[in-house]
Nanobody
Framework: QVQLVESGGGLVQAGGSLRLSCAAS????????MGWYRQAPGKQRGLVAS???????NYADSVKGRFTISRDNAKNTVYLQMNSLKPEDTAVYYC?????????WGQGTQVTVSS
């Protein structure tokens, strides 16, 4: 059984920063891609950033230059450093891991950016 536990969400003023973390526990031998998604009220869940097992990254256009995804394979953890936050970044953020071809999701953490 694999579980993903997220942390680091909260309330921040526009222009501020937050760092999200997501750690996996359970029967894990190898993690492929890791990613962060977000879902705002009334909108579909969409990709924010992803990172492959080799460290290649991909970002949504709306966060390029502001957000940075990274991973620590020894700790089975992925991070999302969010800088210059905007009110439109407000959403529930979910981490996602691909392990042996199966996608696992975190429970979600709320990020609220006030103007």
């Amino acid at each position: 059984q694999v579980q993903l536990v997220e942390s680091g969400g909260g309330l921040v003023q526009a222009g501020g920063s937050l760092r999200l973390s997501c750690a996996a526990s359970g029967s894990i031998f190898s993690i492929g891609a890791m990613g962060w998604y977000r879902q705002a009220p009334g909108k579909q869940r969409g990709l924010v950033a992803s990172i492959t097992s080799r460290g290649s990254t991909n970002y949504a256009d709306s966060v390029k230059g502001r957000f940075t995804i990274s991973r620590d394979n020894a700790k089975n953890t992925v991070y999302l450093q969010m800088n210059s936050l905007k009110p439109e970044d407000t959403a529930v953020y979910y981490c996602q891991f691909t392990i042996w071809g199966i996608d696992y999701w975190g429970q979600g953490t709320q990020v609220t950016v006030s103007s």
